[in-house]
């Protein structure tokens, strides 16, 4: 099917109510917003041990960290943890307390870092890793972690023991406006 | 100038090494992703009140709203919401815990919303707001709150008192890769 095609979101400008510049389509006032991203992941437990994924792809290839990707729509942060968990590990996992949020603003990311418990030891590299394993503390490779938040996370995993630091909101009852 | 204008992201398709379909330009390769974005607001106190804003735009124009907007590209999420208050109502903060996270997931959206400190009592209606308000918990116009969750983060800051719950992380050493 052929469509007509615009010049899409080609014309910078600062937009009416705004304050920064945006990319704006000049035949249909699209505006284009570029925001920061979020990333979620989770601190993957079972009986004392940590599940760490060796990634294969670049950044950081061959170097170890927890499962975690970007947010999709439509998600929940919990969701979207439990579903990094499946596709770079293949391991099967209850979604717990948000351990803490770790902000990179220069690469405009949020990262929403929960505890999780596995629910059986199966897992498996999934497309994005080389290997998986789960690691006891004293085997955690230090010195090979992928990302400065990966160390962050798992300090933080440790740090807090049990206690409860923040539960994800429960969600209001939605009446679409 | 004028430059070469390709097609842009006009084609769908589910790159290589994913699972979602994404929009790809033909010509150079340029994969558009479309995440959720990150809403960043305060419940701002000044001497036992609460700064609230009359919405002057849609949705809910006319209606009582904390100083919240979209995270923008390069900020830390407390930069982001004292960056609202100043631009909703005029009022400079120090932002300080974080309060909840409130997530609306079929709109993609996640609310990160902080306690925040007034420095003085000075406020005045920003672009995007008909008039600003201090007001004691008595006078909150709960019958005329213009989301759910402007009612969620005001409970939320009554119910915690003083209680630590969630501190920003603090910025690990940032070592470019």
């Known amino acids: 099917m052929?469509?007509?095609?615009?010049?899409?979101?080609?014309?910078?400008?600062?937009?009416?109510?705004?304050?920064?510049?945006?990319?704006i389509c000049p035949d249909c006032g699209y505006i284009e917003y570029h925001n920061p991203k979020i990333i979620v992941g989770a601190v993957c437990a079972w009986e004392?041990?940590?599940?760490?994924?060796q990634r294969a792809i670049?950044?950081?290839?061959?170097?170890?960290?927890?499962?975690?990707?970007?947010?999709?729509?439509?998600?929940?942060?919990?969701?979207?943890?439990?579903?990094?968990?499946?596709?770079?590990?293949?391991?099967?996992?209850?979604?717990?307390e948000l351990l803490g949020v770790y902000e990179i603003p220069h690469i405009s990311q949020v990262n929403m870092i929960y505890r999780a418990r596995m629910l059986s030891a199966a897992c498996a590299p999934g497309?994005?890793?080389?290997?998986?394993?789960?690691?006891?503390?004293?085997?955690?490779?230090w010195g090979q972690l992928a990302f400065p938040s990966v160390r962050w996370s798992l300090e933080r995993f440790r740090d807090q023991g049990a206690a409860r630091v923040y539960a994800a909101a429960p969600m209001a009852p939605l009446t679409p406006r």
């Open 48 to 53: 004392g041990r940590i599940l760490l994924c």
């Open 2 to 23: 052929e469509e007509k095609q615009g010049a899409g979101p080609s014309v910078e400008t600062i937009p009416d109510g705004d304050n920064r510049p945006r990319r």
């Open 127 to 141: 497309i994005e890793s080389e290997a998986v394993r789960l690691v006891t503390w004293e085997e955690i490779p």
């Open 58 to 96: 670049a950044p950081s290839q061959g170097l170890w960290t927890i499962p975690a990707g970007f947010l999709e729509l439509g998600e929940t942060t919990a969701q979207g943890a439990a579903r990094e968990v499946w596709e770079e590990a293949e391991a099967r996992v209850d979604i717990g």
